[in-house]
């Protein structure tokens, strides 16, 4: 590699740790600035690991940005070079075997398109913040640091867990977490 090119790998990996933040700050526009810098600069090199560091939320910031239209929209290089990403994202990995994304818009959108969602799941959808806390459950968090994340108390917690699994119609945390992990399969299978 010449220093270009490793200026450029910085620079790259710079942004896509740019994008993540921002995108873990609900600030989605400056998330997918920052994602379509990186892929501006790395779309003749194969050095993907930069893209691949932040592991599954990868494949939530790449599929945002395809869903983007005028301006802002990825040229065909851009949509050629996301999609591969996308492809080696989900065949990365986890760390305890799980497939461990975030359940955003984006995401939650996919999972009520495909067609491996029980028709249930559909007519009585989950509220975007029982979304939030599935996807919290499903991480492994405990209800009193899911509770100290969304900044309320445990007993509100408890109620949009009764929620959900309710919606869900589940019994337990581990029929919850198995439902979140068929839902996300489901998605992430998908090209």
Request: proline share 4%; aromatic share 4%; net charge neutral.
């Amino acid at each position: 590699m010449t220093d270009l090119s490793v200026r450029d790998g910085i620079s790259a990996a710079t942004h896509v740790l740019a994008a993540h933040l921002a995108w873990l700050r609900e600030r989605q526009e400056k998330a997918l600035e920052n994602l379509r810098a990186a892929l501006t600069i790395m779309l003749d090199s194969e050095l993907n690991a930069s893209f691949l560091q932040i592991g599954k939320p990868m494949i939530v910031l790449l599929k945002a940005a395809l869903e983007e239209t005028g301006e802002q929209a990825l040229n065909e290089a851009q949509t050629e070079k996301a999609q591969k990403l996308i492809k080696l994202a989900q065949q990365q990995p986890e760390l305890g075997g799980g497939i461990r994304i975030e359940l955003d818009e984006t995401i939650v959108r996919e999972i009520l398109a495909s067609d491996a969602v029980p028709d249930f799941l559909r007519h009585s959808p989950l509220t975007p913040r029982e979304w939030q806390v599935l996807n919290a459950i499903h991480s492994g968090l405990s209800n009193e640091r899911i509770a100290r994340h969304f900044k309320v108390t445990p007993s509100t917690i408890k109620t949009h867990i009764r929620s959900l699994y309710q919606k869900l119609d589940v019994k337990d945390r581990q029929q919850a977490i198995a439902l979140a992990e068929q839902l996300l399969r489901s998605v992430q299978d998908k090209p």
